[in-house]
C-alpha cells in the first residue's frame, strides 16, 4: 500500500506523553548494551538511574539541588525563545551573576541578613541584565545576530571569572584560584533544617510560577508569544515586535544572573571556578525539552536531577563508569527531542492514480503467444 509522510496541522496532546514513552523505552533498549559490557547488570543499573534517588529523604534532596540551578537557566531560555530572541548566552549571564553577588558579599560582608539577601540576589540579576544587555542593544540597534553574540560573550563571562580567581579575588588564606567566602548574611538557608536543599529552590519555583503567570494569564504573554511565533504578523497588528524582545532579552539575563546568586549563596558560598558545570548550556535542553514552557522546564529539570544523582549512584554502588551516565542523559535527551519533532509528522496512505474521467486506470495483460 503506497503511503506518504504528511505535516500534522495540530499534533493531538497525547502524542507528546507518548514521545516521551517511546523515547525513554529506546534509551534503555540503547544504553542496556554498554552497561552489560561494563559488567553491570541493565534492569538494576536502570533502577539507580531513575528510581532510586526517589526512595530515600536523602536522594530527593540532592534531585532537588541539582534541579534548582536548571530551572533558572531553562526559564531564562525559555523566556526570550517565547519571544523570537535566540538566548545562547545563558551560561555567560549565569556566570555574571554569581560575579555580582560574589562582589558585594566580599566588598559588604558584614551586612545583616536582612539586608544582605535581598541585595546578593539583586546583584546577581543584575550582573546577568549587564551581561545580557550588549547583545540585546546590538540587535535592536543594528540587527546584530543575537545568536552570536551571545554565544561568544559566554567564553569571555569565564575567563572574566579566571582572571578575578587569579587576580584580586585569589583565596587571602589557601592562596587557591577560589575567593574568599561572602558574608554569613548572603546565605541562603536550607528549608529543611538540617537538609541541603536551600530557600533558591523555593525562588526558582516562584520565578518560574511568575513566568507562567505572565506568559499563559496576562495580554503581555499574548503579545510575547505572538512576536516568537510570526513576528511579521505581530508587527502588522501593531505590536512593538522590537521593544517586547529587547525587554525579554533582558528579564531573560535576569533569571539566569538570579540562577548565579542562588548559587553563590546557597551551596558554593564563594566564587570558584568550577561554579557552573555548564548550567546555562544545558538550560538550552531544559527549555526546548520542556516545550518553553514554564511547568514543562520545571518537570524537564528535575528529571535531568534525577538522572544525574542516580549516575553517580550507579558509579558508586555497581562500579560503572560515570560517563555511562552522561551517556544515558543524552541519549536520552536526544531521543525525546526526535520522538517530540516525530509526531508533528503522519503517515497517510497515498490515493490510488485515477485517469481523467476518474475511473481508475486500465492494466493491459499481455496474452501469451
Known amino acids: 500500500m503506497p503511503v506518504r509522510i504528511a505535516l500534522r496541522d495540530t499534533p493531538p496532546r497525547w502524542t507528546a506523553a507518548a514521545a516521551v514513552a517511546v523515547a525513554v523505552v529506546l534509551t534503555l533498549a540503547l544504553t542496556a548494551v554498554p552497561i552489560r559490557l561494563a559488567g553491570a547488570n541493565p534492569p538494576a543499573a536502570f533502577e539507580r538511574y531513575l528510581l532510586t534517588p526517589l526512595t530515600s529523604g536523602h536522594g530527593l534532596q540532592e534531585v532537588l539541588l541539582t534541579a534548582t540551578p536548571l530551572i533558572f537557566t531553562g526559564i531564562a531560555v525559555a523566556i526570550a525563545f517565547r519571544a523570537g530572541y535566540w538566548n545562547i548566552g545563558a551560561e555567560g549571564q549565569f556566570l555574571a551573576g554569581t560575579v555580582g553577588t560574589t562582589a558585594v558579599g566580599l566588598w559588604l560582608a558584614d551586612l545583616p541578613a536582612a539586608i544582605a539577601l535581598p541585595l546578593g540576589l539583586l546583584a546577581g540579576a ?24 551571545t554565544l561568544l560573550l559566554n567564553p569571555v563571562a569565564l575567563l572574566v571569572v579566571q582572571g578575578l580567581l587569579n587576580g584580586p579575588w585569589r583565596n587571602s588564606e589557601s592562596g587557591f584560584t577560589d575567593s574568599d567566602r561572602v558574608g554569613a548574611g548572603y546565605d541562603l ?66 533569571v539566569a544572573g538570579l540562577g548565579g546568586a542562588s548559587q553563590v549563596m546557597g551551596v558554593q558560598h564563594q566564587l570558584t571556578a568550577t561554579i557552573s558545570d555548564g548550567y546555562g548550556y544545558t538550560g538550552i535542553v531544559v527549555a526546548t525539552l520542556g516545550g518553553l514552557s514554564a511547568l514543562g522546564v520545571v518537570a ?70
Open 300 to 369: 524537564v529539570a528535575l528529571l535531568l536531577g534525577d538522572v544525574t544523582v542516580g549516575a553517580q549512584n550507579v558509579s558508586l554502588v555497581l562500579q560503572v563508569p560515570t560517563q555511562l551516565g552522561d551517556v544515558f542523559s543524552a541519549l536520552l535527551l536526544l531521543l525525546v527531542l526526535a520522538c517530540l519533532a516525530g509526531r508533528r509528522y503522519r503517515l497517510v496512505r497515498r490515493p490510488p492514480p485515477r485517469t481523467a474521467d476518474g475511473a481508475p486506470p486500465r492494466t493491459e495483460r499481455r496474452e501469451r503467444s
Open 126 to 149: 543584575a550582573g546577568g541584565t549587564a551581561w545580557a544587555l550588549l547583545p540585546a542593544w546590538l540587535r535592536r540597534r543594528g540587527g546584530i545576530d543575537e545568536v552570536v553574540t
Open 189 to 254: 538557608g536550607p528549608i529543611l533544617p538540617g537538609g541541603r536543599v536551600h530557600w533558591g529552590f523555593a525562588i526558582a519555583l516562584v520565578v518560574a510560577a511568575v513566568a507562567w503567570v505572565v506568559t499563559t494569564r496576562t495580554a503581555t504573554g499574548l503579545r510575547i508569544r505572538a512576536c516568537g511565533q510570526s513576528p511579521k504578523a505581530a508587527a502588522f497588528s501593531g505590536i512593538a515586535v522590537d521593544r517586547i524582545q529587547w525587554r525579554c532579552a533582558l528579564a531573560s539575563g535576569a
